[in-house]
């Protein structure tokens, strides 16, 4: 008779392939962490680059459907992970991907971290850490996105008073080509910008 594997071998070889197969299941933790991982993966860079385009015009746009694209595939993997194992930690130290990392050199890590702030609605943080970004900035046009950062979010919110006192500091900035009603502007343009961010990654494109 030909050899036959023990029982116990035979048993865990199927739970082993029930485990794979059920590994990213539809409705499976894996499945979610990998679904939200996916959506926040690239959102943050893809928020940072559209407020970036309002300076940089239009490649970094095309740059940012790179980003998506690959900040999307690094977020799922990982999502998933955390998914599975419950482990919050592995998701939030997540891989950047290149352009998302480029971009945050070209604006500041400062910067970064407030337009992150924005893409989730945490307007209030967005704003503090914008100020954060302002006064760390060493050269202008950090200063300038960082104000802008500011003034987006006091928009979004409603808070139109307070991005009333960014728009005279963004002038201060650039005194030969902008003037108050072009820094709101600028800012108004961002809102947009930044609702479509979201949206094109499955997320609200609104706070509300």
Same mark, same amino acid.
């Given at each position: ?34 679904? /939200? ?16 385009? =309002? ?6 746009? /095309? ?39 480029? =971009? ?11 337009? @992150? /702030? ?5 307007? @209030? ?17 950090? @200063? ?11 928009? /979004? ?52």
């Amino acid at each position: 008779m030909p050899n036959r594997p023990p029982p116990f071998l035979i048993a865990l070889t199927a739970v082993c392939t029930a485990v794979a197969l059920a590994g990213c299941a539809a409705g499976s933790l894996g499945a979610q962490g990998a679904a /939200e991982g996916g959506k926040s993966g690239a959102l943050a860079g893809a928020v940072a680059g559209a407020v970036g385009s =309002i300076f940089w015009g239009g490649n970094v746009v /095309e740059n940012m459907a790179t980003s998506a694209v690959v900040g999307a595939a690094t977020g799922a993997v990982v999502g998933g992970v955390a998914g599975n194992s419950q482990d919050k930690a592995i998701e939030a130290k997540r891989n950047m991907s290149e352009a998302d990392a480029a =971009i945050l050199k070209r604006i500041g890590p400062d910067n970064f971290a407030a337009a @992150k /702030e924005l893409a989730y609605c945490r307007h @209030k943080t967005a704003v503090g850490k914008a100020r954060t970004a302002y006064g760390l900035a060493p050269t202008d046009d950090w @200063k300038h996105y960082a104000l802008l950062i500011e003034s987006i979010a006091d928009e /979004e919110m409603g808070d139109t008073a307070a991005a009333q006192k960014v728009y005279p500091l963004m002038v201060t900035l650039n005194p030969q080509t902008m003037t108050v009603d072009s820094a709101r502007n600028e800012a108004l343009s961002g809102i947009l910008k930044v609702q479509k961010a979201r949206a094109d990654r499955g997320l609200p494109a609104t706070c509300r």
